[in-house]
């Protein structure tokens, strides 16, 4: 589950494809290819006032408003030291950081580029990019792998400092948590807690890595000890939740989702959980709407409705399933020989309760079913996730 809220997935999932339509090209002989087209209205951006540096440097200027916190006056001494020297990577570096914290991610991303083209180890940079990918920019596979790749990249460096080193380490946790990388995930939050043991960002990414990891009985401890947590008590209310619910204590259960629920609604509202029967039903129909090329390959393949993930499915390879996942696909891809006892030896699962969690309505329900099967039916054609992940199926 991503700290940018338990949506951002299936979001994605639901908008990955969606595309501005081209205009339609009017017929050569109509009005309407003979006018002008209608001029389109450019916003103007507001002008940077001039650095007030104070006698400083423009350069240490930028550095001291950031410091203290004072984006705006930062971007204007920063964007001097750019323009004074275009080929300082701590300039642009600067500029970066600035307009990331005015929310200017797309001036921001080019300001980070730019520093890291001139200079690709640049440790604040590389760490400010990192953050503008895995944290602050809308959850998606491709910005999570440029987050990875900067804090990675920036851990490697021979000179990292013992300061750099925990924030690096932070960032990589969060952005291969939300890749589902828990194993090199919980790695990483350890480093930063071994040095800041108070960490509770740290905290949260160790116990959702254990989540993910299936390490039930420990990531319990984690997420109880961050109820209390302004800023993560929602997130571990809701998976003390998800816990409960795989033990049976339904009750329990349902007390700590009313919990994330009140603490943080529009992360945690109510999901449209269907009845059994209405979600067999809907199972049979998205089968039926399928192409006829798939419902010949899911010939003799049942696709069963299933309440939640079972622990021997989650733990039947290495590393684990994650305990969120929406449906499996068990058995060997056909043209492959079955090598059990089973009969059938391939079926697929979707899971009730984890597909109405990652969802906000009916209609969504309906079609992340579809996307759902459709990335099963890929694991039984033989694709990997990666492949999948690359057809907009992740």
Same mark, same amino acid.
């Given at each position: 589950?991503?700290?940018?809220?338990?949506?951002?997935?299936?979001?994605?999932?639901?908008?990955?494809?969606?595309?501005?339509?081209?205009?339609?090209?009017?017929?050569?002989?109509?009005?309407?290819?003979?006018?002008?087209?209608?001029?389109?209205?450019?916003?103007?951006?507001?002008?940077?006032?001039?650095?007030?540096?104070?006698?400083?440097?423009?350069?240490?200027?930028?550095?001291?408003?950031?410091?203290?916190?004072?984006?705006?006056?930062?971007?204007?001494?920063?964007?001097?030291?750019?323009?004074?020297?275009?080929?300082?990577?701590?300039?642009?570096?600067?500029?970066?950081?600035?307009?990331?914290?005015?929310?200017?991610?797309?001036?921001?991303?080019?300001?980070?580029?730019?520093?890291?083209?001139?200079?690709?180890?640049?440790?604040?940079?590389?760490?400010?990019?990192?953050?503008?990918?895995?944290?602050?920019?809308?959850?998606?596979?491709?910005?999570?792998?440029?987050?990875?790749?900067?804090?990675?990249?920036?851990l490697s460096q021979a000179d990292v400092s013992p300061e750099s080193l925990p924030r690096f380490a932070l960032v990589s946790a969060m952005a291969l948590n939300d890749l589902g990388q828990a194993s090199e995930a919980l790695q990483r939050a350890q480093l930063v807690l071994a040095r800041e043991p108070q960490n509770h960002e740290a905290a949260y990414e160790k116990a959702l890595a254990l989540f993910e990891l299936c390490r039930f009985a420990e990531a319990k401890s984690a997420f109880s000890g961050l109820v209390n947590d302004k800023e993560r008590g929602a997130h571990a209310h809701y998976h003390?939740?998800?816990?409960?619910?795989?033990?049976?204590?339904?009750?329990?259960?349902?007390?700590?989702?009313?919990?994330?629920?009140?603490?943080? /609604?529009? *992360?945690?509202?109510?999901? +449209?959980?269907? $009845?059994?029967?209405?979600? %067999?039903?809907?199972? @049979? =129909? &998205? !089968?039926?709407?399928?192409?006829?090329?798939?419902?010949?390959?899911?010939?003799?393949?049942?696709?069963?409705?299933?309440?939640?993930?079972?622990?021997?499915?989650?733990?039947?390879?290495?590393?684990?399933?994650?305990?969120?996942?929406?449906?499996?696909?068990?058995?060997?891809?056909?043209?492959? /020989?079955? *090598?059990?006892?089973?009969? +059938?030896?391939? $079926?697929?699962?979707?899971? %009730?309760?984890?597909? @109405? =969690? &990652? !969802?906000?309505?009916?209609?969504?329900?309906?079609?992340?079913?579809?996307?759902?099967?459709?990335?099963?039916?890929?694991?039984?054609?033989?694709?990997?996730?990666?492949?999948?992940?690359?057809?907009?199926?992740?």
């Open positions: 589950m991503s700290r940018r809220g338990p949506f951002a997935l299936c979001l994605l999932l639901l908008g990955a494809c969606q595309r501005t339509s081209a205009p339609a090209v009017p017929d050569a002989g109509s009005p309407v290819a003979a006018s002008a087209p209608a001029p389109v209205a450019v916003p103007v951006p507001e002008p940077i006032p001039t650095c007030r540096a104070a006698g400083a440097a423009p350069l240490d200027a930028a550095l001291d408003y950031l410091d203290n916190g004072k984006f705006p006056e930062a971007l204007s001494c920063a964007a001097q030291a750019s323009a004074l020297e275009p080929d300082s990577a701590a300039a642009h570096s600067a500029r970066g950081e600035a307009l990331a914290a005015l929310n200017r991610t797309a001036e921001a991303q080019v300001a980070y580029a730019r520093a890291l083209a001139i200079d690709p180890g640049h440790p604040d940079a590389l760490l400010g990019a990192a953050h503008l990918y895995a944290v602050q920019l809308p959850s998606s596979r491709e910005y999570d792998e440029l987050g990875a790749l900067y804090a990675e990249r920036g003390l939740g998800l816990l409960l619910e795989r033990e049976g204590k339904w009750k329990q259960a349902q007390t700590h989702f009313d919990k994330a629920r009140a603490l943080s /609604p529009e *992360d945690f509202p109510v999901p +449209p959980t269907p $009845s059994q029967e209405e979600f %067999r039903a809907e199972v @049979a =129909r &998205a !089968v039926s709407a399928l192409p006829e090329d798939m419902r010949k390959d899911l010939s003799g393949v049942p696709v069963r409705a299933e309440e939640l993930p079972a622990d021997e499915d989650l733990l039947s390879g290495e590393p684990p399933l994650s305990p969120a996942i929406l449906g499996l696909f068990r058995g060997p891809p056909l043209g492959e /020989p079955c *090598d059990g006892t089973e009969t +059938p030896c391939r $079926s697929v699962a979707l899971y %009730r309760l984890n597909l @109405a =969690r &990652a !969802v906000r309505s009916r209609a969504e329900l309906r079609e992340q079913i579809r996307v759902t099967l459709l990335h099963e039916v890929g694991h039984l054609r033989g694709e990997d996730d990666q492949e999948l992940a690359a057809r907009g199926l992740e």
